[in-house]
């Protein structure tokens, strides 16, 4: 008796994969909320869809989460998420922050960079693009990381596409 075994597989990266992911983003985020009281849960939901929206979509570069002092626009502490593609990306365990800080006084601030793809569509594109997503952002000036530690390595994936993550802690 002979017999065949035939496997196919999809490169294509859909809005589950995406999904996945942001819920990786999201458990971080969780996390931050169990040692520090925020992002509220229901901007925990928001923000892990806007990342799987934007990821699926090659529309995100970077999204950074954390605590900025507002008086000088500076970061104390930042989650830094950037969009990856290919490569050796590793699904890794959400969590591994630093020690626990004192982040009294610092509001929890984002700031999302859009990635060259999303920049070359048409002006009405990045609006339809913009509005289905569930957290409406201004412009703004990127809080400022001048003074302090990064820590690299960690980063979630899932077919072929992802995001690294990096923590910063000012001194």
Known sequence: MTGSYTRSTSSSFTITDA???????????????NLYGEPSLDRIDNSAEEVALLLRDGYLDTVDYGFRDTANNAWKLRLRYKATTGGQLVDSRPGNFPDPVNLTGYGFYSFL??????????GTQQATVKGALPISRTTGVAPSALSGNTTAGHSYARNGAGVSRDVYLAY
């Open 113 to 122: 960079t859009y990635s060259s793809t999303f920049d070359l569509l048409t």
């Open 19 to 33: 999904r996945y992911v942001g819920g990786r983003v999201a458990a971080d985020l969780r996390l931050l909320f």
